[in-house]
């Protein structure tokens, strides 16, 4: 089996990637580090420059992924700076900006960056598209999930356990990093 490392902490990531990437023959491990994150004004960015870093560092291929909320009406805003906002504002934070607001159109980027040492990184996007709510709900997931109302649902993502919830996320990138993987990865 291929074999790549996600570098993260967070098991939810590591399951999902690992579930995702396993139908294309990839074993996904993981290791916890700190990487530099660049202030940067994409997802995308963030997670290329963190991918090439821990590349060259541990000498192996590695993934890593990172997200973002982008609001329309607040011009983008979390967006690459979501983690922050999550710890300092949290979603009370988000929902008091938005007050009286009627555009309430968000999209959830992910941007997956993999990257071979001593190689540029390639990235793979999915966005899911979906509004803000009005209020928090839900008892399922964490952060945005309890404001984040993908489209096609009336609800936010907190009113679905995990299985369904993950799969109402945009999963391309995922499809798309598998595929090339797929042709380029040799038996490691």
Same mark, same amino acid.
């Given at each position: ?17 690992? %579930? ?9 491990? %993981?290791?916890?580090?700190? !990487? ?15 991918? #090439? ?49 009627? %555009? ?23 966005? !899911? ?45 995922? #499809? ?7 042709? !380029?990865?040799? %038996?490691?």
């Amino acid at each position: 089996m291929k074999k790549i490392t996600l570098v993260t902490g967070n098991w939810a990531k590591l399951v999902n990637t690992q %579930n995702k990437l396993k139908p294309y023959g990839i074993d996904v491990d %993981n290791i916890k580090m700190e !990487t530099i994150e660049i202030q940067a004004d994409t997802a995308e960015e963030v997670a290329a420059y963190s991918a #090439k870093y821990a590349a060259d560092l541990l000498q192996k291929d590695i993934l890593k992924i990172d997200s973002g909320l982008y609001v329309e009406s607040l011009k983008g805003f979390p967006g690459p700076y979501t983690h922050y906002c999550e710890d300092t504002i949290g979603n009370e934070g988000l929902l008091k900006m938005m007050e009286g607001e009627t %555009n309430r159109k968000a999209e959830f980027r992910e941007a997956l960056a993999y990257c071979k040492p001593g190689e540029e990184p390639i990235v793979f996007s999915s966005i !899911t598209r979906g509004t803000i709510a009005l209020e928090e709900s839900g008892t399922h997931g964490w952060s945005w999930d309890f404001v984040f109302i993908p489209d096609g649902k009336d609800v936010t993502l907190g009113h679905f356990e995990d299985d369904e919830r993950f799969s109402l996320w945009d999963d391309s990138a995922y #499809k798309e990093l598998g595929e090339y993987l797929e042709k !380029t990865l040799t %038996n490691k």
